[in-house]
T-cell receptor, first 116, second 112 residues
């Protein structure tokens, strides 16, 4: 079956513009996660959802970042008034459920965001 | 200090060598994951474990909960094993069970 998909794969935007990044999880996966990965670094957690409920948004850097998953499937990560420091790979992952040993996370290909 | 530490950061090996990558963590966990990030950027889950040992082909992952330590071993390494290997953990309380806390990764290069 289809894996996690993300769009766009690459996005170049000018400083100050808003961007919306989309994640389409594996069908039936309850949990959806957003991560950010700077070049040469490991990913860092941004936020995650169980169904449509945002469970934890403690990793969002500031209030310019928001995410939603209104119908418990597709999710959108929105960055308002982008800044150059927002440039990174934004990764989405999904899993069958939340918690410990039961659920492996499946990662999408990422969206490479460049803010000029 | 990072909650998940990996060593070494970089590793170069000759084809056929036995490779070990280490991961130590300082938080209570419900599961530990080993991930492989390909040169093209994709991330694939290799193992998820909460105790003992798992084996898949030439890859073996072990975890010692008391010592808060895990190792990833690659036997008979091959150039196609060249990638970044990332250790990540799920916390063991409330909402922290959802998100992963990542190590910085170990960049492995296997020479023919």
């Amino acid at each position: 079956g289809a894996g996690v998909s993300q769009s766009p794969r690459y996005k170049v935007t000018k400083r100050g513009q808003d961007v919306a990044l989309r994640c389409d999880p594996i069908s039936g996966h309850v949990s959806l996660y957003w991560y950010r990965q700077a070049l040469g670094q490991g990913p860092e957690f941004l936020t995650y959802f169980n169904y449509e409920a945002q469970q934890d948004k403690s990793g969002l850097p500031n209030d310019r970042f928001s995410a939603e998953r209104p119908e418990g499937s597709i999710s959108t990560l929105t960055i308002q008034r982008t800044e150059q420091r927002d440039s990174a790979m934004y990764r989405c992952a999904s899993s069958l459920g939340v918690g410990g040993s039961s659920y492996e996370q499946y990662f999408g290909p990422g969206t490479r965001l460049t803010v000029t | 200090k990072n909650e998940v530490e990996q060593s070494p950061q970089n590793l170069t090996a000759q084809e056929g060598e036995f490779i070990t990558i280490n991961c130590s963590y300082s938080v209570g966990i419900s599961a530990l994951h080993w991930l492989q990030q390909h040169p093209g950027g994709g991330i694939v889950s290799l193992f998820m474990l909460s105790s003992g040992k798992k084996k898949h082909g030439r890859l073996i992952a072990t975890i010692n909960i008391q010592e808060k330590h895990s190792s990833l071993h690659i036997t008979a390494s091959h150039p196609r094993d060249s990638a970044v290997y990332i250790c990540a953990v799920n916390g063991n309380y409330g909402g922290s069970q959802g998100n992963l806390i990542f190590g910085k990764g170990t960049k492995l290069s296997v020479k023919p």
